[in-house]
């Protein structure tokens, strides 16, 4: 882990903001490549990856189906995901000449951008709605952009950044870790993967082979978390169709494996690259450890990713403020 970079227990982040506190909407502040350097000096930088680290932490070695607690927030943000999804039967693709991006997308973004602060009122405590405008945008940004209609890892960035504003402002708590991975936001993959096969969306600045995935970073960490110290699963057997088959259910990584599959044809090895040449690290700990380097170098660090990234009071531009 860099110098200076910590995990951070999600009690550091669950600083309720006092009643005085001055919600703002986020908007981009990185609009040069020379700007990334305010990026990775930020108090935002510093609480996002915090994030993604305390969740890592708190996922290693558990299955999918470990028992854990849900509370009230957790089960109001899974019925805001099931409205979108549900949105998503009710909007079916157009006829159109073009394979990729059908243009239903934008209708079904359209009732989001239009839905966004109910949906996140129905999360957000009453004495906390100032804060709802704010934390809406990263809803809104995190469902892919509707001009293009595509979706990558700035998208899933700001799901991210949604998930750590609502622990900021104290809705999701301490003992809510695991949910927000195993349960938020792995139906958050699901709404995302059907979106991008039903309006078959294009990937955000895809790599093509040389890149991890087409649209997703984040569950192949959290994933390759949860294999650490496994009794029997390596690296090697994710290539393996069997083992993926008999496991996907348990594991994250795996899971998204197995959607690789089936939306991609001919061998492993040349759809996927990246994954291919993971397969043979030898300890699912190296592999976290090397994905959550990549994570920065291929995503956080990248000016096509940062520069759409929004920044409000919550998610703050200015640097960090030591103490």
Not at 137 to 145: D, I
Not at 265 to 286: D, M, R, Y
Not at 287 to 298: D, F, P, S, T, W
Request: with cysteine.
């Amino acid at each position: 882990m860099a110098e200076g970079e910590r995990q951070q227990p999600l009690d550091s982040l669950e600083e309720a903001p006092p009643a005085t506190q001055n919600f703002i909407i986020p908007k981009k502040e990185i609009h040069t490549v020379p700007d990334m350097g305010k990026w990775k000096r930020s108090q935002a930088y510093a609480d996002y990856i915090g994030f993604i680290l305390t969740l890592n932490e708190g996922v290693k070695g558990k299955k999918l189906t470990f028992e854990y607690k849900i509370s009230e927030a957790i089960e109001k943000l899974l019925a805001l995901l099931n409205t979108l999804d549900r949105w998503i039967d009710e909007t079916p693709p157009v006829d159109q000449p073009s394979r990729f991006g059908n243009k239903a997308y934008r209708t079904w973004y359209a009732k989001l951008d239009e839905e966004a602060e109910n949906l996140v009122a129905t999360v957000v405590p009453t004495h906390l709605a100032a804060a709802v405008p704010e934390v809406a945008v990263y809803l809104k940004e995190s469902v892919g952009n509707s001009t293009r209609i595509d979706y990558g890892t700035g998208h899933e960035a700001a799901f991210a950044a949604f998930l750590c504003c609502l622990c900021k402002i104290g809705v999701l708590r301490v003992d809510d870790q695991i949910a927000i991975v195993f349960k938020v936001f792995n139906r958050y993959l699901e709404v995302m993967r059907k979106l991008q096969k039903t309006y078959r969306m294009e990937p955000a600045g895809s790599q093509g082979v040389w890149g991890l995935d087409d649209f997703q970073f984040l569950p192949f960490i959290w994933g390759s978390s949860q294999l650490i110290d496994h009794p029997y699963l390596e690296p090697r057997h994710f290539v393996d169709e069997k083992a993926v088959n008999e496991n996907h259910k348990d594991y994250m990584f795996l899971e998204c494996i197995l959607f690789i599959t089936e939306m991609k044809t001919g061998p492993f090895a040349e759809h996927s690259n990246q994954l291919w040449n993971i397969s043979a690290v030898p300890s699912w700990s190296k592999v976290n450890q090397g994905l959550i380097r990549m994570y920065k170098a291929e995503c956080l660090e990248k000016f096509p990713v940062i520069q759409h990234f929004k920044f409000g009071s919550l998610l703050p531009i200015h640097p960090v403020t030591s103490g």
